[in-house]
Every structure is written in structure tokens, then in C-alpha cells.
């Protein structure tokens, strides 16, 4: 985003508060080697399970919602809200792997002769372990855990008092990455694998973050207990782009012009971990430049989108043109 773009958009948000969307997602997953659902079920744990993604995006975000003394205490405010627009996009990459795993790789076949459901084509659905994700699903993701357990508002903390907040933060950011490293090791397929390499190299820089920022606030230097649990990023092979990139050293703003508060915290002379590559830590204006989502075709057998889809791909042609 250059020149006149990054003005546009700066102009947008001025007195606004709210969330922007960019179609991509914050890394390009590899395509799946084959279609596994069950693969896709352990994946899930990532999104649904009690420090998933969906819990770390809860707690962000309604902290940073009900943060009282935003002006008075902005470093801390910038840093919990920042981190929240990050986890929506973990969201977003964690589902797409769930359905790419489910899925498998692009095919045209059912697209082109599908349709045909006399032959029981999905059979073998019966016997995985979470059947309802397509039955009910398609084949997507949705907030439960790799047991089909629903997601809950009940993992959701949200205090008002700063310190415990982000003390809890911290506690969470550290169980998700030792449930990320316990999916990663029951994962075969690239696409969960890659999922899980970038997701742990996050959860260090967040844990790190609420580690500092506590630091900040009690003199107490919880960075010493990092990494917690003691998991080597280096001894992971799908971590070692991101860190040879310095994945391990960014936080983002995901914002033209705000939150760039949190340098006093992540910055400001801090390093970054002693097992990571060496480096300051530095807080990067906007967002990772991110990777293509994955295509997934339709599929007239399972009446995604319906069982005779033609009319529906020519109508929205059409509408495509008459938009350009």
C-alpha cells in the first residue's frame, strides 16, 4: 500500500474504530496432499479448543473493548488491540487449513461430472472422526475443538484490571503454543504443518509481548521464564522461514496511523529471545504482506454450492462484469 492509497485509507479510519479486511491471508498455506478429515478434526483443536484461536481472539478483543484509561495507559491499550486484529487473521488461517485438510486438493472432477449421488460418493464420511463437518458443514470449519465440542464464552477473561488481564494473556499464549506443538506432531500433510510452524512462531512473539509489558508495569521479569513451555522454534522446520525472516522480532499494527504506542513496549532496546535468531524488536506500520486464499470448488454431489450449480456460476458472471 503506497501514496495515495495509504491517504485514502488514513482518512478512513480518522476517528473511527473498526476493522479492515484484506483478502488474503496472513501466510500462503501449501495445497493439501490429499483430502484428510481427520487431519482436518486435530486441526480444530486450533480453532475451538480452549486456547485456540478463537479464545485468544475473545479475550483480545473484549479486553481491548472494555480497556478503561485508554489515553492515560495507550502503550498497553495498543498492545492488546493490535494483537487482536492479528488473531482475527489466525482465525481465518486456521479455518482455511481446516477445510483444505477436509477437502484436499483442488479438483475439477466432481465440478465438471458431479451430481451423481447414487453411488453413496462419500461413505467413507461415516467413519471420520468429526462426520459433522460435512454433514453439516461442507466440508468448513467452524468454532469447536478436534472432538466437535462447541467453543464458549466462558474462556473469554476480561477483568478491567490491566495487570491480571494480561497476566492471563500470557498464561494463554503459552498453552496455545504447547497445543500447537502437540497438533504439529500429530500432523503428516503440509498444509497443518505449515498452519502450526507460523502459528508457534506468533504465539512466542505474544507471549513475549504480554511478557515485557508486565514487566513494564511490576518490574517483574516474566520474560525469564520464556520460552514457557520450552519449545525450540529452531528445532521445527516449518518455523525457520519466518524466523530467518524475523517473523520471531515483528509485532504489526494492522493500522496506517494507530497503535504504533506499543514501540514502548516491544522496542525500545528489547531483544529478542536468547533461542531465537539475535535482533531488536521492532513494531511494523500495517500488516504481514500476506499470501492467496486458497481456491475450494464447488462440489454438486454434497450441494456445495447447490446440486446443479450452472445457473448460479453464470448469474454471478455476470453481476462480476457489471461490477468492473
Same mark, same amino acid.
Given at each position: ?39 482436518? =478434526? ?5 480453532? /475451538? /479448543? ?126 496455545? @503454543?504447547?497445543?500447537?506443538? @502437540? ?9 497443518? @504443518? ?54 520471531? @522480532? ?35 506500520? /500495517? ?28 448469474? =454471478? =458472471? ?7
Amino acid at each position: 500500500m503506497v501514496g495515495k492509497e495509504k491517504e485514502q485509507l488514513k482518512n478512513q479510519q480518522k476517528g473511527c474504530n473498526m476493522f479492515l479486511r484484506v483478502d488474503k491471508l496472513q501466510i500462503e498455506l501449501p495445497a493439501p496432499l490429499r483430502a484428510d478429515p481427520n487431519a482436518g =478434526a486435530a486441526l480444530q483443536e486450533l480453532l /475451538g /479448543g480452549k486456547y485456540g484461536e478463537m479464545s485468544t481472539l475473545g479475550n483480545y478483543m473484549f479486553q481491548s473493548f472494555n480497556f478503561r484509561s485508554k489515553s492515560k495507559l495507550r502503550p498497553f491499550y495498543s498492545l492488546v488491540a493490535a494483537i487482536t486484529a492479528e488473531e482475527l487473521g489466525h482465525v481465518e488461517l486456521v479455518s482455511n487449513g481446516v477445510a483444505m485438510l477436509n477437502n484436499g486438493p483442488d479438483t475439477s472432477l466432481d465440478e465438471e461430472y458431479g451430481g451423481d449421488i447414487s453411488g453413496a460418493p462419500y461413505e467413507m464420511m461415516a467413519d471420520v472422526r468429526l462426520a459433522a463437518a460435512f454433514f453439516s458443514n461442507g466440508g468448513g470449519a467452524v468454532p469447536v475443538n478436534s472432538n466437535g465440542q462447541s467453543w464458549n464464552n466462558d474462556f473469554v477473561t476480561t477483568t478491567g484490571n490491566v495487570i491480571f488481564d494480561l497476566l492471563h494473556n500470557f498464561h494463554l499464549e503459552c498453552g496455545a @503454543r504447547l497445543h500447537k506443538l @502437540r497438533v504439529y506432531e500429530s500432523l503428516t500433510d503440509p498444509t497443518g @504443518r505449515e498452519v502450526c510452524g507460523y502459528l508457534l512462531v506468533r504465539g512466542s512473539v505474544h507471549a513475549h509481548a504480554y511478557a515485557l509489558a508486565l514487566k513494564k508495569i511490576t518490574g517483574v521479569s516474566i520474560e525469564k521464564m520464556l520460552p514457557v513451555p520450552n519449545i525450540p522454534l529452531g528445532n521445527i522446520p516449518e518455523c525457520q522461514k519466518y524466523l530467518e525472516e524475523g517473523s520471531h @522480532r515483528r509485532l504489526y499494527t494492522f493500522s496506517p496511523d494507530d497503535y504504533q504506542e506499543m514501540s514502548g513496549i516491544w522496542g525500545n532496546g528489547e531483544v529478542a529471545l536468547p533461542d531465537d535468531p539475535p535482533g531488536e524488536l521492532t513494531v511494523v506500520e /500495517g500488516m504481514p504482506d500476506g499470501g492467496k486464499i486458497q481456491q475450494l470448488n464447488g462440489v454438486p454431489s454434497a450441494f456445495t454450492p447447490d446440486y446443479a450449480p450452472e445457473e448460479m456460476y453464470e448469474i =454471478a =458472471a455476470k453481476l462480476y462484469q457489471a461490477s468492473r
